[in-house]
Nanobody
């Protein structure tokens, strides 16, 4: 059974940084695209970025470009989302996602984590 487990969310002041982690169990996902989505209160789900199976991070959402880095550690089967210069509008539940079908905002992969809350105070 494939499981994705996020960690690292929390409360941070504006301008601060956080690292989110997404551990994968049940399958090796080196050949899958993996990504991060977020959903703010009252808003729809938004793609944050994709880490393609070749290791290239891409499709960063415009609002976070230049402030985030998506990376992975294949040995740990873990993906990371490093966020800097966080702003209150970045407050959301962040989800990791994986699967062969992950290609964009409207095409997520089949597997989701439970989500981790990120709250940025002003």
């Amino acid at each position: 059974q494939v499981q994705l487990v996020e960690s690292g969310g929390g409360l941070v002041q504006a301008g601060g940084s956080l690292r989110l982690s997404c551990g994968v169990s049940g399958v090796l996902v080196a050949d899958w695209n993996r990504g991060w989505f977020r959903q703010a209160p009252g808003k729809g789900r938004e793609l944050v970025g994709i880490l393609r199976r070749d290791g290239e991070a891409t499709d960063y959402t415009d609002s976070m470009t230049g402030r985030i880095v998506i990376s992975r550690d294949n040995a740990k089967n873990t993906m990371y989302l490093d966020m800097n210069s966080l702003q209150p509008e970045d407050t959301a539940v962040y989800y990791c996602n994986a699967g062969v079908g992950l290609t964009g905002n409207h095409n997520p992969g089949s597997y989701w984590g439970q989500g981790t809350q990120v709250t940025v105070s002003s």
